[in-house]
C-alpha cells in the first residue's frame, strides 16, 4: 500500500506528459491533435484526453474554425505573476560578482532614468585604487557608458545642444553624439574612455525584459590607468554574456541580445 506522503506514479505520468505537450505546443505555435501526438510520441488518444484537460483550465485553446490547438491565455497569465516577482538587482547580483571577479573592476547595475541611467546596485572592485560608485548616482546620458546604452536602446530624445562638457573627452556635438550612438546600436554596447570624469574608463551592456524593452544596463568601469582600452576590450565578450544571462533570466528571448536588438516598445 502506497504512502499518503507520496503521490501516485500515474499523476506524476500525467504531469509530465502535460507539460510535454505544453512545450510542443509552445515551439509548434497551432498544431492538431494527430501531428502533436507524432512530436510527443504519445497515442494520439491520450494526447486528445490531455488537450480536453488543459483547456478546461485555459492552458490550453482550439481554434474552432480549424480545430487546431494553440497555448491559452492563462499561460500569459501565470508567466506574468512569475515575471512580476523578479527583482533585476536579485537577479543581476551574483552576475555582477562575476564580472568583477573575471576582471578585477566594478560591477553597476543601472535602470532607465527619465534623462540620465541611475545605478541601482554595484559590486566595487577588490583593487586599493578604485572609482567609488554611489546607489542613486545619475549616469550622465551623453557622457557614460550606462547613458549611452540607454539613449540607444530606448525611445529616449537626445540631449539637446548645448551638451556639458565634463572634460576634454566627453561628447559636446549633437550629431557627433548621434553617431555614437548608432554606433553602440550597431554593437550592441558602449564605452567611455574619460567623458565623465578624467581617468575612469567604462564599458556597458543592456538587459532586456521579457517585453524587448530595456529593463536595465550593466557596466564596468576602472581607472584607466589599469583599465585601459585593451582592457575594455577584453571585457566586452563577458560582459555581453552576463548581460544576456540576466535578460533570459527576466524572460527575454534570444532575439532581444546582441547588436540589431530592438529598442523599447519592438518586439524580436
Known sequence: MQSPRQPSSG??????????????LADAGEIGTNELARRVGMPASTVSRQLGT???????????????YRLGIRVVHLANAVL??????????????ELVRITGETATLHVPGEEDAVTVDF??????VQHVSQLGRPSIAHATSAGKVMLAFTDRPLP????????PRTITGVEELAAEIELVRRRGYADAFEEREPGL????APVWSST???????????????????????????????????????????????????RAGTRP
Open 11 to 24: 499523476r506524476i505520468e500525467a504531469s509530465q506528459r502535460a507539460v510535454t505537450i505544453l512545450d510542443a
Open 54 to 68: 488543459l483547456a478546461a483550465t485555459g492552458l490550453v485553446e482550439q481554434d474552432a474554425a480549424t480545430g487546431r
Open 84 to 97: 512580476a516577482r523578479l527583482d533585476v538587482r536579485r537577479v543581476a547580483r551574483p552576475h555582477l560578482e
Open 123 to 128: 559590486v566595487p572592485s577588490a583593487h586599493f
Open 160 to 167: 539637446r545642444a548645448p551638451l556639458r562638457a565634463y572634460g
Open 201 to 204: 574608463a567604462a564599458v556597458a
Open 212 to 262: 524587448g524593452a530595456l529593463e536595465a544596463i550593466v557596466a564596468l568601469q576602472g581607472p584607466t590607468a589599469r583599465f585601459g582600452e585593451a582592457e575594455v576590450r577584453a571585457a566586452v565578450p563577458p560582459i555581453l554574456e552576463h548581460a544576456a544571462a540576466i535578460s533570459a533570466a527576466l524572460g527575454a528571448g534570444p532575439a532581444t541580445s546582441g547588436p540589431g536588438a530592438p
